[in-house]
């Protein structure tokens, strides 16, 4: 089945959106990076604020699939055990998408302040190449009093 026939935005009105959301987060949510919250929790709570931003799509968390299969990247081994032989299962913190047949227009990948995020990196241009994902960014979470979503490094 083709893809929906969706008006995909331009990537400034993608950026201007998203930092708009990180706005309303940052407005909203602050107590959650004083406090050192879950990623996930941080995560969660800015695809709520993406939502009210991108409103004609399905923002989701954690989303493993691909059209009806899990979602599925070829991506270099780092000594972890995985189950598959082909690739790495994937859950992007948060998607921007139309949930079955597409298209997916923006992965998020987010990473609090600590170890690399050079993995992240490879996702996000893995996800445009390998899944078709419009846009890419990644977002630095700094913790702790007054701690902040640093500006999205687009990929």
């Given amino acids: 089945m ?14 201007t959106m998203v930092n708009a959301a990180l706005a309303d ?6 107590y959650l ?7 996930r929790t941080i995560s969660h709570r800015l695809a709520i604020h993406l939502q009210y931003r991108f409103h004609e799509w399905d923002v989701d968390c954690e989303y493993n699939r691909h059209l009806d299969a899990t979602k599925i990247l070829d991506l270099p081994r ?6 598959d032989t082909q690739g790495k299962t994937v859950f992007p913190d948060i998607i ?4 079955g047949l597409g298209p997916n227009l923006l992965v998020i990948e987010m990473k609090k302040s600590g170890p690399s995020a050079n993995f992240d990196y490879q ?12 846009y890419a960014c990644f977002l630095r979470v700094r ?13």
């Fill in 96 to 99: 921007v998408h139309k949930r």
């Fill in 123 to 134: 996702k996000l241009t893995a996800y445009k190449s390998q899944i078709g994902y419009t």
């Fill in 33 to 39: 990076l004083d406090n050192d919250l879950n990623e």
């Fill in 78 to 83: 780092d000594g972890i055990s995985w189950d």
């Fill in 143 to 155: 913790i702790g009093p007054g701690g902040r979503v640093e500006a999205p490094e687009w990929h």
């Fill in 2 to 15: 083709p893809a929906i026939a969706v008006n995909v935005p331009a990537f400034a009105e993608v950026e």
């Fill in 25 to 30: 987060f940052h407005a909203r949510e602050q």
